[in-house]
Structures are given as C-alpha cells and as structure tokens.
C-alpha cells in the first residue's frame, strides 16, 4: 500500500511479476495481492515462460479470465513447455498465436511486452525474428 502512495495516480502502477520460485510465482498470487491491497493502480503481470514453468492447473484463458480485472501488462516469448529455454517468437512450442488469441477473448487491450531476457544470440537478429512473427499474429488475429 504505501508503494501504491508513492504512485497515487501520477501514472505509475505497481504489477506483480510472477517469477517461477518466487513468493508471488503465479499470475493468481497477483491478483489475491491485488484483491488484498484493492486499489486501481496495483494489479498483476501475466508472464507467459513462467507461467508454463509452473505447471498450470487450468488454461491460460482461464487464467487470464480471471486476472482480467488486475492486469496491467502481459509479457511473452517463445520456449520449450519441458525445458527451461526463453526464445523468440518463431521458435519453441509455446503455442504464442494460441495465447494471443486467449488474450484478445478475454478482453485484455493492455500492454504486450517481448521478453527476451537470456535468449541466445545477438539481440538484434532475435529482435528482428520476434517482430516478424508478432506482426503475423496480429496480422492473423486482427490486432493492431
């Protein structure tokens, strides 16, 4: 709550970054925090590599269904659902238009970042790999 002061409404909102081994490691854990704290500029993260990390018990539309209200930013990237691998957009059996088309079911018009947090290689080829296949997702989903 006093993080949520500092912010007050100047903008700035405090997510919860779900984070495999971590204490808020779910989706769900930000939004019982966010349901706790109950104030419009504190929400929840919908990361997708830690999402499958955690082994979910319910669909990622389920998920996102319920964080809906809470949500303030959705990250994705592409891996491997058994290994412990972060790649672009077009590698990997994430299933990244799937999950795109979850998100625009529920609802969400937010933020989509990429993460890109140790994918292999120089920044700029994957970079440019990522963009490509997200204009051909948003391109396929009608999503600007």
């Known amino acids: 709550k006093r993080v949520s002061d500092l912010c007050a409404d100047t903008g700035p909102v405090v997510s919860f ?23 419009k500029n504190v929400g929840t993260n919908f990361n997708l590599v830690h999402w499958y990390w955690v ?14 209200p809470h949500l303030k930013t959705v990250t994705i990237n592409n891996g491997e659902r058994n290994g412990r691998k972060i790649a672009p ?34 920044s700029e080829a994957h970079l440019k790999r990522s963009m490509a296949e997200w204009r051909r997702i948003c391109a396929k989903l009608g999503v600007a």
Do not use: N
């Not at 984070?19 to 109950?38: A, N």
């Not at 529920?106 to 933020?111: E, F, I, K, S």
């Open 17 to 39: 970054y779900p984070h495999t081994g971590f204490w808020t490691e779910k989706v769900e854990d930000g939004v019982r925090l966010s349901k706790l704290i109950g104030r």
């Open 55 to 68: 082994k979910p018990k319910r669909t990622a539309e389920e998920a996102l269904a319920e964080a809906l």
């Open 89 to 122: 957009l077009d590698e990997g059996d994430y299933g990244v238009e799937e999950f795109m088309a979850a998100v625009k079911k529920v609802g969400y018009a937010g933020q989509v970042g990429l993460q890109c947090y140790s994918v292999p290689g120089p």
